[in-house]
């Protein structure tokens, strides 16, 4: 196991907060360019979101072999993926074998959460505690927190009282959970319900879903992958990571340019059903102005819609389950494997929160509006993430003068390319808020802004800089230019986590880049290129 942070006190090139795929690539590469460095992980094995999502049915939405590391050839040479789409057990199997196989668990401390970091103006470093009580100081402070690592916890009447057992999909155990005879509620239809679900059905008594927003979702018909299939994607793998790099989504996705209604609907039909039948989000890919206006969006929208009644045997439970009010996309499209059939079982049960809202759990289960008294032995909380900023706003991060970077975000998110903010010398944040990386694959996402940063440290010191820092007038310009270009899109459409509308309180603002993986690196380069403008060195 790698060491528990213990160290009274101890001086590193750079601290990398989190051990998932962010964490463990900044690790390999740094230390590639001959920095000393220390990642610190909460959890007590590497593999950041993987680690804690281990709820039964918990997959990527993205195909394994696209879901992995590119940095070493012989690795994805070596390591063979099992399933079209991993489950949580592989991927965390996968990123546990990349620490093992490049000697990384030395330089990393898990069981350790950082409380506080803190940047000292006349040293020029980040001083970093722990709460084992550990301390390191740094000259860089590298932030590979996750997107999706905070759980969402809503506040629901009476539950405090409920007597049984209550989980969360983002903190599950690590024993595996046993539903045989109990009476489960699932509380969420997002992509953590629409996974849960189906399984917890297989071996409840009784499931109830407890549903406030319905969600788009399309099938991934997962299936194992064949030798001679996984042996033609290794010998062309060069071709195809470079062919991901160049697509928008980082992922080849055979995406259309063509725009919907320049083909008649005879084609679009043809055009969604090949997609369609394929499995996963390259439905998206259809048509080029499918995110750009609503009439677009409507054909597949609709489309959808109608693949939905075709699966649930009850039309007004079909019709409970289709969403309604926003364009599909707009929240992150879900990938499933027979969730709306799950609703066609006997013992399955959807209460639609919408017409029939919680009045309050109770000690033995819940009460809706309408009087129903409902059982329950245990209650899964399926309600999703504080995305983006969630884990940074966890930690006392403090800059210049002292200047919280809690405070700092009070009215949302502000960065420089997603990876610099005004104020916090030296701190370069992975795959978060004016970046595309939840709207992309994200592996790929964050092989771009680690080599990114990379690149950047060794910049300063080819160049004799000790540190370096976004201006106010390039974070205020990203961020402006972010929203403008997401506005120009349907996206903002939905009340989704892309803009914290999950999050009681938390500021509405568009975190994501939609300008995809293509533009972003060209401008993240155009910067590099230039001596790294929008940042002060010095």
């Known amino acids: 196991m790698s060491v528990t942070d213990t160290h009274p006190e101890t001086e590193v090139d750079a601290v990398v907060v989190g051990a998932g795929f962010a964490g463990l690539y900044s690790l390999w590469k740094l230390r590639e360019q001959g920095c000393t460095v220390r990642v610190i992980e909460a959890g007590d094995e590497v593999g950041g979101t993987w680690f804690w999502n281990r709820y039964p049915g918990a997959r990527c939405d993205v195909e394994s072999v696209d879901y992995s590391f590119s940095f070493d050839d012989q690795l994805q040479q070596d390591w063979v993926w099992s399933e079209r789409y991993p489950a949580q057990p592989e991927i965390l199997e996968y990123l546990k074998h990349v620490a093992d196989r490049f000697d990384m668990r030395s330089d990393i401390s898990l069981g350790t959460r950082v409380t506080s970091a803190t940047y000292d103006e006349t040293g020029q470093t980040w001083t970093v505690d722990t709460d084992s009580g550990g301390r390191w100081r740094a000259r860089f402070l590298i932030m590979a927190t996750g997107c999706l690592s905070v759980p969402q916890v809503p506040e629901l009447a009476g539950l405090d009282d409920f007597t049984g057992t209550v989980l969360h999909t983002g903190s599950w155990p690590e024993e595996p959970v046993d539903f045989t005879g109990q009476r489960v509620a699932v509380v969420g239809t997002g992509s953590s319900g629409i996974q849960l679900i189906p399984e917890v059905a297989k071996q409840?008594?009784?499931?109830?879903?407890?549903?406030?927003?319905?969600?788009?979702?399309?099938?991934?018909?997962n299936r194992p992958l064949e030798p001679d299939e996984l042996a033609a994607v290794k010998a062309e793998y060069p071709a195809r990571r470079k062919r991901a790099r160049a697509s928008a989504a980082g992922v080849e996705r055979g995406d259309n340019p063509e725009l919907a209604f320049d083909v008649s609907a005879d084609e679009r039909q043809r055009q969604f059903d090949s997609r369609y039948k394929t499995g996963g989000f390259g439905l998206l890919g259809s048509y080029a102005?499918?995110?750009?206006?609503?009439?677009?969006?409507?054909?597949?929208?609709?489309?959808?819609?109608?693949?939905?009644?075709?699966?649930?045997?009850?039309?007004d439970t079909a019709e409970d389950l289709i969403p309604h009010g926003y364009p599909l996309g707009a929240k992150r499209i879900c990938v499933d494997t027979d969730y709306f059939q799950t609703y066609n079982r006997d013992n399955v049960e959807l209460v639609n929160l919408r017409t029939t809202p919680i009045e309050t759990f109770t000690p033995s289960g819940m009460r809706t509006a309408d009087g129903t008294e409902r059982e329950f032995d245990v209650v899964c909380l399926a309600t999703g993430f504080d995305a983006m900023t969630g884990a940074l706003n966890r930690i006392d991060i403090r800059g210049v003068e002292g200047v919280s970077l809690r405070e700092r975000w009070d009215a949302g998110p502000v960065t420089y390319l997603g990876l610099g903010v005004s104020g916090f010398p030296n701190m370069f944040l992975l795959a978060g808020s004016g970046s595309p990386s939840v709207l992309a694959n994200v592996v790929t996402a964050i092989e771009q802004h680690v080599e990114w940063t990379a690149d950047c440290l060794a910049y300063l010191d080819e160049h004799g800089y000790t540190t370096i820092e976004a201006t106010g007038d390039a974070e205020t310009a990203w961020v402006e230019h972010v929203n403008e270009i997401a506005h120009q899109t349907i996206f903002p459409k939905a009340a989704s986590w892309y803009m914290g509308a999950n999050i009681p309180g938390k500021p509405r603002i568009f975190?994501?880049?939609?300008?995809?993986?293509v533009e972003y690196e060209k401008k993240c380069d155009e910067v590099a290129s230039e001596g790294y403008a929008g940042f002060t060195l010095k």
């Open 204 to 221: 409840a008594d009784k499931l109830t879903v407890l549903q406030r927003t319905a969600s788009f979702s399309v099938p991934a018909f």
């Open 289 to 315: 102005d499918l995110m750009a206006t609503d009439e677009a969006n409507a054909t597949v929208s609709d489309y959808v819609r109608e693949k939905i009644r075709g699966y649930v045997d009850d039309p």
């Open 511 to 517: 975190m994501p880049y939609v300008g995809g993986m």
